[in-house]
Every structure is written in C-alpha cells, then in structure tokens.
C-alpha cells in the first residue's frame, strides 16, 4: 500500500468533515533503529529510520549483572523536519520511550554507562503514536487489518482495541491520545479537544 498516497486522501476527505488532520500509523518494531547490542559509551549504529513519525523505545536486557545505567540521547527531525533532541534515561529490563515523535534518528549516543559483570544488551526501535498537545484520535482507519497494542483513551470506549485479536479494515470511531499497533496499518484522524 502506499500509505503516502493514502495519506494525502484521508487529509482531503477530513478538510470536508470539519476534523483537522490525520497521521499515519505502523507497528511497532522492537529493533527498527539499533539491533541488538552491547550497551556502550558511545554512538550506537543506526540500522533504519521510522516508518512515519514515532515516539521511540529503549529496551536492556541484563546479561550478568545489571549494568548502571546511563543516558541516550538521540538527535534527528520531529515531523516537521525541525532539528530535534532528546534525552532518555534507559531502566533495566523495563521499556523507556521518548516523549517526542522522530521523523528520523541521525544518532543515538550512550553515556555514563558503567558495565557491571558483563555487557548488558539493548534494542532501540519504534512505538506508537501520540495526538499532538490540543488534539486527540477521532477515528481510526484501517488499510490493513490490524492488532492493536495499546491506547491511551480520553474517555471510556466498551471494549479497548486492544481487547481484540484482530480489526478488520474500515473506520472505527475512538477518543484516544495515544495509540501503538503490533501488526497492520491505519491512519488515525485528529480532533481538536
């Protein structure tokens, strides 16, 4: 599919129904940006950027002995192209993710990081997405039939997307500013709160 294209449509179809815009969204991909590594003072190797803007995930894995645990700090573009930085704090065994969304990640570098035993692992990949500050998800298109694997909603639904095991293509209404999927691809429209 050519989520671009699609996109672009679903941005003219929502000008005409009163909502103020759509984003794109992937699933989440544990390793998209760095694959499994040793834990380093340093710059990790960028393995591929995101799909479409996406807040970013930090995953360690203790080998023996945690490591104490550092900083990253990842440089890049927000969905506007704008110059872009952020700092994480990584917690052992636990997924950390960025507050912002990247369009592109140009590094990501360790620092402070003090090996224990032996050289703790991470992976650095995509997560969900979230509505911009004023904003929240009014519906969800799906283009390919998806899992979703969390939400954050603005107000109760009957059943979380979550819940299912599958969701068919088509348009779902929802409330949520904050969204991630395992597999598929949809579009989510915005609406101002």
């Known amino acids: 599919m050519s989520t671009v294209l699609e996109l672009q449509a679903a941005k003219a179809i929502l000008a005409q129904s009163g909502l103020e815009g759509a984003k794109a969204?992937?699933?989440i991909v544990a390793n998209k940006i760095v694959t499994t590594t040793n834990m380093i003072v340093g710059a990790?190797?960028?393995?591929?950027?995101?799909?479409?803007?996406s807040l970013l995930s930090v995953l360690t894995t203790t080998v023996t002995g945690a490591d104490t645990m550092g900083t990253i700090t990842f440089v890049g573009t927000d969905v506007n192209d704008a110059a872009l930085t952020e700092v994480l704090i990584p917690v052992a065994g636990v997924t950390t993710y960025t507050v912002n969304e990247f369009k592109t990640v140009t590094s990501a570098t360790g620092a402070g990081w003090v090996i224990n035993t032996g050289n703790d692992t991470l992976v650095i990949g995509t997560a969900g997405i979230v509505a911009p500050t004023g904003?929240?998800?009014?519906?969800?298109?799906v283009l390919a039939a998806v899992v979703v694997a969390s939400q954050t909603n603005r107000?109760?639904?009957?059943?979380?997307?979550?819940t299912f095991t599958s969701i068919p293509a088509g348009t779902y209404p929802i409330k949520a500013s904050a969204i991630a999927l395992t597999s598929g691809e949809a579009i989510v429209t915005l609406a101002r709160i």
């Open 25 to 27: 969204l992937h699933p």
């Open 44 to 53: 990790y190797s960028i393995a591929a950027q995101p799909v479409v803007p």
């Open 135 to 141: 904003y929240y998800f009014a519906s969800l298109i």
């Open 155 to 162: 107000s109760v639904l009957s059943a979380p997307l979550s």
